[in-house]
C-alpha cells in the first residue's frame, strides 16, 4: 500500500462520526513515512475499531492486534474482521510484548475512564531493545491542543523515557488535531521534532 491510498482509507474506515486517528490524514502520513522495519502493530483502546481497521488494511503483511478492556469493543472490532483481544491492555502486553518481532510499533490510546494503563504499558514495552510507541491523546504543552491529563512528560511518559535513555520522544510538526508523543530510538524524519530539543 502507498501513502495516498493510507490517506484516502482514513475515511473509508469510519465508524459514523468515528473516524481513524481522529481524522488526523497529517499523522496517517507521519505514520506511514516511519513505518519501514516494523515487525508487528498493536493497538491498546480498541473502541469502535475505526484505527483498527485502518492500521491492518494499510499494513496488511503485518501481524496487527488490538486490545480493549470492553468486551462490547473487542466483539465489535471482530465482526470487522479485526484480530481484537479482551483484557487489560498492561497485562496483556506484559505477557506478549517479546513475541512481536524485533521492531514492533505501539499504538497506545487506552486512557479513558478511571484506570490509565499508560504507565504498565509503557513498563512492558521498556523491556525491547527496539520498539516504536505512539501515544495518542497526549499533553504535549502546545496552547489548544486536545489531551488526556496525565499523559505529558511529567507522566508515565517521563518514567519510560528515564528508564530508556537511549529512546527520545518526539511531537508531530504542525499537527492541530490532537496531541501525540512518539517514543522511539533516534530518528531524522521531517514530519516529527524531537520535544525537549
Known amino acids: ?10 475515511d473509508e474506515c469510519a465508524d459514523g ?6 481524522r488526523d490524514k497529517l499523522l ?12 508487528s502493530i498493536t493497538e491498546t483502546g480498541t473502541y469502535v475499531g475505526a484505527t483498527s ?11 496487527f492486534c488490538t486490545v480493549d478492556i470492553h468486551e462490547d469493543w473487542v466483539r465489535y472490532a471482530t465482526a470487522k474482521g479485526v484480530n481484537a483481544m479482551h483484557g487489560d491492555s498492561a497485562v496483556v502486553l506484559d505477557g506478549m510484548v517479546d ?6 510499533f505501539f499504538f497506545l490510546d487506552a486512557h479513558w475512564g478511571e484506570f490509565w494503563p499508560l504507565a504498565d504499558e509503557l513498563k512492558a514495552i521498556s523491556r525491547l531493545a527496539d520498539s516504536v510507541v505512539l501515544v495518542h ?3 504535549d504543552g502546545k496552547e489548544g491542543t486536545l489531551y ?3 499523559n505529558n512528560m511529567a507522566g508515565p511518559v517521563g518514567g519510560f523515557l528515564a528508564a530508556r535513555q537511549d529512546i527520545k520522544a518526539y511531537r508531530l510538526k504542525g499537527n492541530s488535531v490532537i496531541g501525540v508523543c512518539l517514543l522511539s530510538l533516534p530518528i531524522q524524519n521531517s ?7
Open 99 to 104: 513475541g512481536l518481532g524485533v521492531r514492533p
Open 148 to 150: 488526556d491529563p496525565g
Open 1 to 10: 500500500m502507498n501513502e495516498e491510498m493510507a490517506i484516502v482509507l482514513v
Open 191 to 197: 514530519y516529527w521534532e524531537a520535544i525537549g530539543g
Open 137 to 139: 491523546d497526549f499533553d
Open 17 to 22: 462520526s468515528h473516524y481513524p486517528l481522529i
Open 53 to 63: 481497521l485502518w492500521f491492518s488494511r494499510v499494513w496488511v503483511n503485518l501481524p
Open 28 to 39: 496517517a502520513r507521519a505514520l506511514f513515512s516511519i513505518s519501514e522495519g516494523w515487525s
